[in-house]
Nanobody
Framework: VQLQASGGGLVQSGGSLRLSCAAS????????IGWFRQAPGKERERFSC????????YYSESVEGRFTISGDNAKNTVYLQMNSLEPEDTAVYYC??????????????WGQGTVVTVSS
């Protein structure tokens, strides 16, 4: 059972990135997926999630209107489209899965993290 987060990189302020969270060993469509990030010197923040099976989405105020979470069951992958990136978005980004049909704090599986750096 594994989650693989990818797609991070260096981007200029105002730019875009798309992160992927690919699962192996289990089917993502039975799990609610959360995206977290941790900036240097700060606590980890849950800023988005998508529920299963309803597909309801949640965004924190800090990313609402700029980030979009979506899932592709055929590819067993959840995506995070990040637009209008700001230097404050610089962090290590993680995806995590929980076997509950609602967003929450506890997650059973975690990806290894992908680094997003936004330059001003």
């Amino acid at each position: 059972v594994q989650l693989q987060a990818s797609g991070g990189g260096l981007v200029q302020s105002g730019g875009s990135l798309r992160l992927s969270c690919a699962a192996s060993g289990f089917a993502l469509d039975g799990y609610t997926i959360g995206w977290f990030r941790q900036a240097p010197g700060k606590e980890r923040e849950r800023f988005s999630c998508i529920t299963s099976p309803e597909g309801s989405t949640y965004y924190s105020e800090s990313v609402e209107g700029r980030f979009t979470i979506s899932g592709d069951n055929a590819k067993n992958t959840v995506y995070l489209q990040m637009n209008s990136l700001e230097p404050e978005d610089t962090a290590v980004y993680y995806c995590a899965a929980r076997s509950h049909p609602a967003c929450g704090s506890y997650h059973h599986y975690w990806g290894q993290g992908t680094v997003v750096t936004v330059s001003s």
